[in-house]
């Protein structure tokens, strides 16, 4: 028998006793005078984590295989003498300047077969197998070197993997593809069957005239376009494999982990996850945003889908400002506190920032920081303070989980697919139309969690399909055999549309699932951009709907009852633009058009209803999220007031206050705005 992979994330969590707080901290950057002030800063805000190292490559090998740990053994010394563990990062993140200088062949190469300069960060090729060794040596150095220093808590490979250089058209990148694609299809005829290669006189007879989906004169082929984008995921999870295997044959009871950005297309999460001991995040909403919370809320839930569940780590956050936006809004007082708590009622067992002290001088000098250009006697330093004394006070927050009944079906194949070019509308983006669902599902109160449709569905009722237009025929059969079983689905259109190699599914779209749906789609027609389709309902016990936009389509009933239609004048009124269908012991909806945020909230409310499912806490005040993480024994309500408005809350049981040190037992709660309350089950 297989013996269970070590629960190395349980050595980090044991270590810290509860949540991690602090941020990326860079001492290379600053004298001997100011590091001393940051330990002694960090102690008095109850910094337990940093991210250390992480840009520091070109200071640790200023040449060749002439590694010089001498200035962070003092780091790592200071750290573990101030009782702080480190995320220490195998450094690899950016290449030195002379690592370039000596192999110009790692840069990395554009479609229109431009080089990437040095000069900014990130510049190497994922398949180069130049930049792969040296960063591989490096990580090799930097374990062995601390091994069995105390400070030593968890790696951080690389830095947020593809941002800058997700996709490689050089040479190297070239026929590290044709190795790739050799192995998913084994010969060439799989692969011209799978790309539609009859299509435009593209046939191969041999993997050699392969190339990447360079600049072309018109559309590459979206077959190859999109295995393109699933490589060069891959190659980029290879420099990542590379580096965690020489850390865990040196490091074995050290977990690895890298963080990801929030939002980010080309780096497939979940199928990296199955490689990392934890899962990490940088998560940058907008202050400028009013419903930030909501993107940033979608993001999280995405990420502890891909970890199956498990706690996470916020690794990067901006304390304020960022600097990189065309306006860059800092966080009113409070909101990073909110934004925070966040993070931790949705999973996460850290909070981390970008970045400890403001940078002097380089790009980001004007992001914000822990400890501000002003010193540590300003507004964004007591917060910060503030909220690493109110972190400390929850520490049994720390590896419970959460539960929800509501999955909404996501995977990066189908963003990838969907976002291709040559399809009925440029509209239909992928993040947008997830979020047209994710958005009244998080106003009605119920948890959300988001997977990948080989997930396990049977904790779930209700499944959500937001145009998800690449599924594959096994794929569809589960969701199929969840809704006969007596699982509530809710689909929109471009749903089912093409099989994993972008080919459709023929017979009517949405082939696969057209059985469960009660329906055929003849025809798409999308609205141009603006265009309002106006709506009406079916009957008097439907939805009164305003009005749809983005999409309709020529739906034909087979079975499913229509509740909303298209009401014309034009020539597609009488059809229909919303319906449910009973199937099997199951209720599945479809939505033709992209409806209006009320229309939408009264579907996704019926759709909650059939299934039955329930908020987390019923009867709060619009803005007000609550979550609910548990233990093995213990539970822990968060909410969180997303309101500029003071509001008042009952519980159904008494609680304990979990942020006054006292810990009193409470009935009911007054939420200031952008308030927080964090409260356990009796016996926490
Ligand atoms: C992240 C990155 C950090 C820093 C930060 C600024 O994307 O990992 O190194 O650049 O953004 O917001």
Known sequence: MNSPAPDRARNL??????????????????????????????????????????FAWARVE???????????????????????????????????????????EILPVTASGGVLSPGGRQHFCPSSPVFRDRAVRLAEAVAA??????????????????????????????????????????????????????????????????????????????????????????ALRTCFTLERDALRRITPDVPVTTNFLAGHKSVDVQRWAPEMDLLALDSYPDPHEESAHIGAALSYDVLRGAADGRPWLLTEQAPSAVNWRDRNAGKSPGRMRL??????????????????????????????????????????????RELGRELALAPE???????????????????????????????????????????????????????????????????????????????????????????????????????????????????????????????????????????RAADANSPAPAAG???????????????LFFAGPDWDDDRPAATVHTHGAGTARYVATRPDPGTMRALVDRALADAGVGAVLPGLPAGVQATLRHGADHDVLVLLNHTEEKHEVSLPAGRLDLLDVRRPAVRHVTLAPRGVAVLGSAGT
């Open 62 to 104: 200023p040449a060749r295989d002439a590694y010089d740990f001498g200035f962070f053994d003092t780091v790592m010394d200071d750290l573990a003498a101030h009782g702080i563990t480190a995320n220490l990062a195998t450094m690899t993140a950016s290449p030195p300047p002379w690592l370039a200088a000596e192999h110009p």
């Open 339 to 384: 934004w925070s708590w966040q993070a931790v009622a949705q999973g996460a067992d850290a909070v981390m920032y970008f970045q400890w002290r403001q940078s002097r001088g380089g790009a980001e000098k004007f992001h914000s920081g822990m400890v501000p250009h002003a010193g540590a006697e300003t507004r964004v330093h007591a917060e910060v």
């Open 549 to 563: 936009s983005l999409w309709r389509e020529d739906v034909k009933l087979a079975g499913a009852r229509p509740e």
């Open 13 to 54: 969590r044991a270590r810290l006793g509860g949540l991690g707080f602090g941020g990326d901290y860079n001492p290379e950057q600053w004298d001997a005078a100011t590091r001393a002030e940051d330990l002694h800063l960090m102690n008095e805000a109850g910094v337990n984590l940093v991210n250390l190292a992480v």
């Open 397 to 535: 927050l720390a590896g419970t989980r959460l539960r929800n009944e509501v999955a909404i079906v996501f995977d990066w194949d189908n963003w990838w697919a969907l976002e291709l070019d040559s399809h009925p509308s440029n509209g239909v983006q992928c993040l947008d139309r997830v979020l047209d669902h994710y958005t009244p599902l998080f106003e009605a109160g119920v948890g959300i969690d988001v997977v990948h449709p080989s997930a396990d569905l049977s904790p779930y009722k209700l499944l959500v399909l937001p145009s998800h237009y690449l599924l594959s025929a096994e794929h569809a059969a589960r969701i199929a055999a969840f809704v006969a079983a007596g699982g509530g689905l809710l689909a929109s259109f471009f749903t089912g549309i093409v099989d994993e190699h972008d080919r459709v599914h023929m017979g009517g779209y949405p082939a696969p699932l057209g059985d469960v749906l009660g329906l055929r789609v003849e025809e798409f027609w999308p609205a141009a951009e603006g265009e309002t389709v106006a709506l």
């Open 145 to 234: 070197h601390y091994r069995d220093h105390p400070a030593l808590g968890v790696w951080h490979v690389g830095n947020e993997y593809g941002i800058h250089v997700a996709e490689c058209f050089c040479d190297t990148s070239a026929a590290d593809f044709r190795r790739w694609l050799t192995d998913r299809y084994g010969d060439i005829d799989a692969l011209n069957d799978a790309w539609s290669t009859d299509f435009w006189s593209q046939r191969y007879t041999g993997f050699d005239q392969i190339a990447p989906p360079r600049a072309a004169p018109t559309y590459p082929n979206p077959s190859q376009q999109l295995d393109f984008k699933r490589f060069s995921s891959d």
